[in-house]
């Protein structure tokens, strides 16, 4: 079955420090990945989202995420965390059907 | 566009009662989910329906859970009767199945439901 795991669930940073977030999945076929973003007391929202083409992808807010088909990853980064950014990011990923399997969550606090 | 609608907001309520969730889709969208998220389990997807039809309700935790989609633009999540262990924020999500830059899911504000 796929699976999507985020191994931080917790990450800690000061402000202007470089942020890469850890997701990786279970399915060998083609895959839909995907970024949400989670910021306190409101619902989800795509930061960015990898359907083909160049593996880089860039989102909104200055995130990245690179596909990593051999390692079955899809990172997030940021080079230049900002307090704003504090939320809870979650990874994602479409493999069959209309189904989004979400991972766990890593929850990112900033220090002002 | 008014994006994913769902109300109540917030609904605090007593064990044993009903609890009545609604949401409306973003019209033309042909998927809905329903998700809870809580601390402990985090974001669970419980039920998801495809051109009004339920695809897969594994998700669901128990009979006392039941979901409809009467049509394209509305769905409810029912909780008879509702327990604390209910208690949780459930987001009702949309997307349009099919085709290039299908499958993004787009989010409700969601329902937080205390069950006291």
């Known amino acids: 079955a796929q699976s999507v795991s985020q191994h931080n669930h917790h990450v800690i940073l000061s402000e202007a420090a470089s942020l890469e977030l850890g997701c990786n999945y279970s399915?060998?076929?083609?895959?839909?990945l995907f970024w949400y973003v989670q910021y306190p007391g409101q619902h989800l929202q795509l930061l960015l989202k990898y359907f083909s083409g160049d593996p880089l992808v860039k989102g909104i807010k200055g995130f990245e995420a690179e596909f990593i088909k051999s390692k079955f990853s899809f990172n997030l980064r940021k080079p230049s965390v900002q307090w704003s950014d504090t939320a809870e990011y979650f990874c994602a990923v479409k493999s069959s059907a209309s189904k989004i399997i979400f991972g766990s969550g890593t929850r990112l606090s900033i220090r002002p | 566009d008014a994006g994913v609608i769902q109300s109540p907001r917030h609904e605090v309520t007593e064990m044993g009662q009903e609890v009545t969730l609604r949401c409306k889709p973003i019209s033309g969208h042909n998927s809905l989910f329903w998700y809870r998220q809580t601390m402990m389990r985090g974001l669970e997807l419980l039920i998801y329906f495809n051109n009004n039809v339920p695809i897969d309700d594994s998700g669901m935790p128990e009979d006392r859970f039941s979901a409809k989609m009467p049509n394209a633009s509305f769905s409810t999540l029912k909780i008879q009767p509702s327990e604390p262990r209910d208690s949780a924020v459930y987001f009702c999500?949309?997307?349009?199945?099919?085709?290039?830059?299908?499958?993004?899911?787009?989010f409700g504000p969601g329902t937080r439901l205390t069950v006291l």
């Open positions: 999500a949309s997307t349009l199945s099919g085709g290039q830059g299908a499958y993004e899911q787009f």
């Open positions: 399915y060998g076929g083609t895959v839909n």
